[in-house]
Structure formats: structure tokens, C-alpha cells
């Protein structure tokens, strides 16, 4: 996601991104380390705040809410 110039192409990669974190984000015991690439993917997914194009803007918002339920389930609830 660091050299996406190309809108369609960071859209498609943020979807892509947010279909797969939900598995991702759950230490299941395929995939344990899942959750210490949180961090990089909020750090990488900067770019797509963009107030000049709302799909962009839309689907990175997205992903923030998706992590921000999930970490508020894992301190609330422990999940």
C-alpha cells in the first residue's frame, strides 16, 4: 500500500484489507500473530483519508471503525 498511486487500486486494497483483518484480528491458533500487524495496516492506511474522494475515504473508514469494534470488544468484553 506505500506506492498506490492509483485510487481504483488502494480501494481495492483497502477492501481486500478489510475482508481478511476480522480473521486476522482473531488469535485463533492458525494464525496467532495476527494482531501485531494492526499497527503497520493503521500506519499504511493513512493515505486513504482523503476529503478529495469519498470511496476512498469511505472504505478507510472501514477499516478504522472495524479495528476500533474489535478493540473495544477486547478490553470490554475480552473477546
Do not use: Q
Not at 488469535?27 to 474522494?53: C, M, Q, T, V
Amino acid at each position: 500500500m506505500e506506492t498506490l498511486i492509483e485510487p481504483h487500486r488502494l480501494i481495492a486494497c483497502m477492501n481486500c484489507i478489510v475482508s481478511v483483518s476480522r480473521s486476522m484480528l482473531n488469535a485463533g491458533k492458525w494464525y496467532p500473530e495476527g494482531r501485531l500487524h494492526i499497527l503497520p495496516l493503521l500506519n499504511l492506511s493513512l493515505p486513504g483519508i482523503d476529503p478529495n474522494d469519498f470511496k476512498k475515504c469511505l472504505v478507510t473508514y472501514n477499516f478504522s471503525i472495524l479495528i476500533s469494534r474489535f478493540l473495544y470488544a477486547l478490553f470490554t468484553i475480552g473477546y
